[in-house]
């Protein structure tokens, strides 16, 4: 079930951070959203989780995301926001179980299938050892790869991650790629802020890039994360390393 943004716009304030945003990102594909420093990408993920008033229309298959159920809306799409916080400090296990509330019916303790879950993303994440740690003792990675289980655990059918690597030692941050990668190899799909260009053509099946509100690429991989596109959106110069996937390594700023 494709994701698609229908000549979507947002405005913070008096200003318009996104403009007439037309696009589908695809089921079963990682789609990477890069771009520089306040060029919308935080903003298009909430405006696909209808936590910001938008012109246009999201749409989760057919249906407007605005108006779906929000009980429906959170179980078909999971969100890890940029900086995620626990407020309590509850045991990680416990963290994790969060991503099921949307799954269960008031008050109501977690079935045999939650805890089932619960206990696959906690594996899947590398956490299982963490899991009765209260997660305000855990270090920031730790806590990020928790907080990553919590979306697993609702096993939404669109998953949007703000920088979910950022946190991560190498090991960590090539286990969650894989992770996600599987997520939308099983037919569902991913949408991930990036700032690291290398990261993003290992995870990414499609890349788009912002800048100052509109979307000035938007394709396969291999076609938009090229020194030829990412140089003017950037200022920066890229060169490119052959490899099993796309890499493109900034080089120096342009124009100083
Ligand atoms: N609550 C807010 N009120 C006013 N303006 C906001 C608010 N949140 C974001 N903005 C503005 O909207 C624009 C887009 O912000 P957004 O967070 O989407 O950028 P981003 O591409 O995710 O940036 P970054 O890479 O720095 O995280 C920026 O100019 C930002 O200053």
Redesign the pocket.
């Known amino acids: 079930m494709d994701l698609t943004f229908d000549h979507v716009g947002v405005s ?2 008096k ?1 318009r ?1 996104l403009h007439g945003i037309d696009a589908t990102l695809r089921a079963g594909r990682v789609t990477a959203i890069l ?10 993920l909430k405006a696909a989780l209808a936590l910001l008033p938008t012109t246009g229309v999201v749409r989760l298959g057919v249906d407007p995301v605005a108006t779906m159920d929000p009980r429906a809306r959170a179980r078909a799409i999971g969100y890890l926001p ?1 900086d995620a916080a626990v407020h309590w400090n509850i045991r990680a296990r416990d963290a994790v179980a969060l991503g099921r509330l949307p799954h269960r019916s008031a008050y109501a303790a977690p079935s045999a299938v939650d805890e089932a879950a619960i206990d696959a993303a906690l594996a899947a994440t590398e956490t299982a050892h963490l899991a009765y740690r209260p997660i305000g003792e855990l270090s920031g990675g730790e806590r990020a790869r928790v907080l990553l289980a919590r979306v697993l655990a609702g096993e939404p059918r669109w998953l949007l991650a703000d920088e979910p690597l950022a946190s991560l030692d190498p090991a960590h941050q090539l286990d969650v790629i894989a992770r996600l990668r599987a997520v939308a190899a099983g037919g569902r799909g991913v949408a991930i ?1 990036l ?1 690291d260009i290398v990261q993003a053509g290992r995870l990414a099946d499609d890349v788009m890039v ?1 800048k100052d ?1 509109r979307i000035v690429a938007f394709g396969a991989v291999a076609d938009v994360l090229t020194p030829a596109t990412l140089e003017p959106v950037f200022e920066v110069a890229f060169g490119t390393l052959a490899g099993p996937h796309p890499i493109c390594i900034a080089i120096e700023r342009l124009g100083r």
Not at 35 to 44: E, Q, R, V
């Open positions: 913070r304030g200003r951070v771009g520089p420093n306040g060029a919308g990408k935080s903003t298009l940029q802020v700032h912002l509100g």
